[in-house]
Each structure stands twice: as C-alpha cells, then as structure tokens.
C-alpha cells in the first residue's frame, strides 16, 4: 500500500544554514504530494503541494520537487530562521481517495 | 469562528471510561476529517465525512471508536471503554470540497491520556 517515510529528527540547524528533510514514498501511479507544518501550539497548516512529476511546490522561502524516478519529495530552503522551528510533515494523496497518508513528522529546532 | 475548533484541548481518562471529542469545523467545508497523532508515528486517518455521503470509516482502530456529523457541520469522536494505547492527539481537520487536492485546514487537537 501506499506509505511514506521522512528522516528522523531532530534536525538542528543555526540560523541561515541550509536546511534538507528527506522524504521518499511508495506509491502506484502518480500521486499528489505535500508537506505540512506544524508549529508549537498551532494546528498543522499546508506549506507547500505538487501535484505532478517535476512540478516544484514553494512557499515562504521552502522548496520541494516531485521527483518520480526517486520517489523523493524533499523540502529544502537555503536560510532558515529561528521562526521555522517546528514539525514538517510529508504526505501523500491520490485523487481518488479523500483521505491523506502522512509522514511520522521531522522536527526542526534553529538556534540564534 | 476563524478556524477549526476543538474541545477539550486535554482530556484525562481513566482506563474502561468512555470519552467525547468535539470539532468545529470551518463554516461552510463539505469535508471533514479525524486523524490521531501517537508519540513516535505519523497522523493516523481515522475517519471522513463528506456532505451527506456514508462517511469512510476504514481507518477506525476499532468498534469502540465511532463518530458522527450532525447537521453537516460539528463532529463528536466517541471512544468507549478507553485504554491506555488510545493515548494521543487526537486532530480534526476539514477542507472546502473533497478531494486530497483541497488544502486541510486542522485545529490544535486533543490531547488524550488515558491513566
């Protein structure tokens, strides 16, 4: 069945080092991809989605392409910030269900 | 209200007691979701409901778990007879339309402890 895996964390970064969270899924056919976040004491929130292979979905400075020969969703953004401290979640939809399959979540922690 | 809403924000249970957890979802979204969030695992789909369609209740662990739409708006996730692994976040989200496209609006959970 469909499945979707991230890296463990946490991740701890400085501010303004470059950040990488791997995710990779398994899945038939050609799925929808996001990455959610979470920030503390918030609900989780959409960052950023694509929708077919190649696309790139961007948001506040964060970027990830749908890579299908990998099967690889990775959220990167080339500064981060003591604000970007918080859960990233990668999941995965199809347009014929309703419901989303998420990742276990990677938590980011940026010290000044 | 603004958001999606949910209450309590924390509930602690004894073991062998039943519980309610009630969403508010945004005015006006066809679709809403249940999903739980254990320590060390990824946001588990519990349930969906969508307008007046039959709800898709695949992912509920259990027959102790149900839940209910009312009026096509509020949501209450009924556990009965709780144990000690229903222990977790328990997060209710809801979309304009259906579909995964659509973007998921979550509220700030549940926290369950089940003693």
């Known amino acids: 069945g469909d499945s979707v895996t991230q890296m463990e964390g946490p991740v701890t970064l400085s501010e303004e080092a470059f950040l990488t969270i791997n995710c990779t899924y398994t899945?038939?056919?050609?799925?929808?991809l996001f990455w959610y976040v979470q920030y503390p004491g918030e609900g989780l929130q959409l960052l950023l989605k694509a929708t077919k292979a190649d696309d790139k979905g961007s948001n506040k400075g964060f970027e990830a392409t749908y890579r299908k020969e990998t099967t690889s969703f990775h959220l990167e953004k080339g500064s981060v910030q003591v604000s970007d401290s918080a859960v990233y979640f990668c999941?995965?939809?199809?347009?014929?269900?309703?419901?989303?399959?998420f990742g276990t979540g990677t938590r980011l922690q940026v010290f000044p | 209200g603004a958001g999606v809403s949910q209450s309590p924000s924390n509930k602690v249970t004894e073991k062998g007691k039943d519980v309610e957890l009630r969403c508010d979802p945004i005015?006006?979204?066809?679709?809403l979701y249940w999903y739980r969030q254990s320590l060390g695992q990824g946001l588990e789909f519990l349930i969906y409901?969508?307008?007046?369609?039959?709800?898709?209740k695949s992912g509920l662990p259990s027959d102790r778990f149900s839940a209910e739409r009312t009026g096509g708006s509020v949501s209450t996730l009924t556990i009965q007879r709780t144990q000690q692994e229903d222990s977790a976040v328990y997060l209710c989200?809801?979309?304009?339309?259906?579909?995964?496209?659509?973007?998921?609006?979550f509220g700030s959970g549940t926290q369950l402890s089940v003693l």
């Open positions: 899945a038939t056919g050609y799925p929808s």
């Open positions: 409901f969508q307008g007046n369609s039959a709800p898709d």
């Open positions: 005015s006006g979204h066809t679709a």
């Open positions: 989200a809801s979309s304009r339309l259906r579909g995964t496209n659509e973007k998921l609006f």
């Open positions: 999941a995965l939809g199809r347009q014929v269900t309703d419901k989303l399959i």
